[in-house]
T-cell receptor, first 110, second 112 residues
Framework: EDKVVQSPLSLVVHEGDTVTLNCSYE??????LLWYKQEKKAPTFLFML????IEKKSGRLSSILDKKELFSILNITATQTGDSAVYLC??????????FGGGTRVLVKP | NAGVTQTPKFQVLKTGQSMTLQCAQD?????MSWYRQDPGMGLRLIHY???????DQGEVPNGYNVSRSTTEDFPLRLLSAAPSQTSVYFC???????????FGPGTRLTVL
């Protein structure tokens, strides 16, 4: 059975802090790993990673994948209150199927 | 483009009732899927479709049916609602060669 585990479950930080979110996985037929941000409603796509060691960046967010150790990290630097959300990690296996982790809830206080 | 649309936004059912959650997309995506989201459990795949006329089961298919008669529409049917089906339901779609799925706004379902 495919499994994706995220940690921590939740965290509270202050504006300006740096946040590191973890995602580990055990799946058959790994194709890619995706990160989503979920505020009040639908998840929105952030990154897709397919190769180890190559960092993807978008503004203050960055992510890296380690296919040998089967994990990914999402970093958020200089956090803002607008970064408050649930961050979801998902692994793509055969045929576009995504297996999601339970999510990490981030609260950024002013 | 409207993207992925879902109706209704909210629904309350009594145990044993049936209903259909509607999902439509206007991006000509081949792949469509239904997830349920329960507190602390992320998103779990119910059913998915790789194209019109083709559907398959996901992780938690029991109590749900789907069909895909057109590329655009992918309705989810609850056959006999149970309190355990109280959840938020998301529909999503993507191109068949690209895994990043676009999500609809969700339907919050309560079964009493």
């Amino acid at each position: 059975e495919d499994k994706v585990v995220q940690s921590p479950l939740s965290l509270v930080v202050h504006e300006g802090d740096t946040v590191t979110l973890n995602c580990s996985y055990e799946v058959t037929n790994f194709r890619s790993l995706l990160w989503y941000k979920q505020e009040k409603k639908a998840p929105t796509f952030l990154f897709m990673l397919t190769s180890s060691g190559i960092e993807k960046k978008s503004g203050r967010l960055s992510s890296i994948l380690d296919k040998k150790e089967l994990f990914s990290i999402l970093n958020i630097t200089a956090t803002q209150t607008g970064d408050s959300a649930v961050y979801l990690c998902a692994v793509e296996t055969a045929g576009n199927k995504l297996t999601f982790g339970g999510g990490t809830r981030v609260l950024v206080k002013p | 483009n409207a993207g992925v649309t879902q109706t209704p936004k909210f629904q309350v059912l009594k145990t044993g009732q049936s209903m259909t959650l509607q999902c439509a997309q206007d991006m000509n995506h081949e792949y469509m899927s239904w997830y349920r989201q329960d507190p602390g459990m992320g998103l779990r795949l119910i059913h998915y479709s790789v194209g019109a006329g083709i559907t398959d089961q996901g992780e938690v298919p029991n109590g749900y049916n789907v069909s895909r008669s057109t590329t655009e529409d992918f309705p989810l049917r609850l056959l006999s609602a149970a309190p355990s089906q109280t959840s938020v339901y998301f529909c999503a779609s993507s191109y068949s060669r690209r895994p990043e799925q676009f999500f609809g706004p969700g339907t919050r379902l309560t079964v009493l």
